[in-house]
């Protein structure tokens, strides 16, 4: 079947295969096994399974046709949300089938084949990409949290504090950007960056940050402001969300906390680095 992007971008396209065939490949440039291999492929889900991918000649990437364009107001946006990298789909697998039991495993797999949902449910895993495979992390726990919200990760590093982390993958503030422009035309874009925050305080219970960190992996599409960022950070409950990370599958990140004392500790158990450059500008600045 012919892919959408040979219709809309035909110039970015490179080269096609199925993603079957692309994930083998993966598998054989990280030097991996054919058994190694063979069983993260075994584990894609039907949708994804019959995908087909294409080669991006602007980043010389894979990537597979799965996701829809986002509508605002009366326009469609068009762009990478629909064609995820292959490399990362591959990191996604690797780890839920590293961290997740059979049971909830089958669970996860079957979010991620939701062409609507995709990149909401894949997300999940990307706080977790680079935690030590020694440290116990546990997905989806109950008990925890407020009422009887479940956590998307609970992370028990040995002799250390306890993390609960709620993974967002925010859209709100990217349509608001977007419609800001095609109202302003080129003025600066305005959003509500509290959007960010939404729902992460009516996760947690309020506890004590020596015992138990608790915050977020926020995933967004935008640069933040700086001042304006801080300033809605600042505004949350301090008992109940210490620390707030924008960042995505890559090693760079924005750490806000509410001590120094947290930050050290987070960036290596998470192996990143803290760097603003992706994530934030100054309102007055040329953003680049």
């Known amino acids: 079947m012919p892919l959408l992007i040979e219709s809309v971008l035909p110039q970015l396209v490179g080269g096609v295969d199925s993603l079957l065939a692309r994930l083998t490949a993966e598998g054989q440039a990280r030097g991996l096994s054919k058994d190694q291999s063979d069983g993260v492929i075994a584990v894609l889900p ?35 949300h629909m064609w995820p990298r292959v490399p990362l789909l591959f990191d996604v697998l690797q780890c839920a089938q590293r961290r997740l039991s059979p049971d909830k495993l089958r669970a996860y797999l079957a979010l991620i084949d939701d062409i609507g949902r995709h990149l909401i449910h894949l997300t999940e895993m990307f706080p977790i990409l680079r935690v030590s495979p020694v440290i116990p992390a546990d997905h989806e726990v109950s008990g925890l949290g407020a009422g009887n919200r479940t956590v998307d990760w609970v992370i028990d590093p040995a002799g250390e504090r306890r993390v609960l982390v709620d993974v967002k993958r925010r859209f709100a503030d990217f349509f608001s950007q977007m419609e800001g422009v095609a109202v302003d035309g080129g003025a600066t874009p305005q959003h509500d960056v509290g959007l960010l925050f939404r729902s992460v305080e009516g ?86």
């Open 46 to 80: 039907p949708n994804l399974a019959a995908c087909g991918c294409f080669l991006d000649r602007l980043t010389d990437i894979w990537r597979y046709e799965f996701g829809s364009p986002h509508r605002v107001g009366n326009e469609l946006i068009w762009g990478v």
């Open 203 to 288: 996760k947690f219970l309020p506890r004590n940050s020596a015992e138990q960190l608790q915050g977020a992996w926020i995933v967004t599409d935008i640069k933040q402001e700086e001042t304006e960022l801080q300033t809605a950070f600042d505004a949350l409950d301090p008992a109940k969300v210490h620390f707030a990370i924008l960042g995505d599958e890559r090693a760079d990140v924005c750490l806000l906390t509410r001590g120094a004392e947290h930050r050290r500790f987070l960036l290596e158990l998470f192996g990143v680095q803290e760097k603003n450059e992706r994530f934030l500008f100054r309102r007055g600045e040329v953003r680049t």
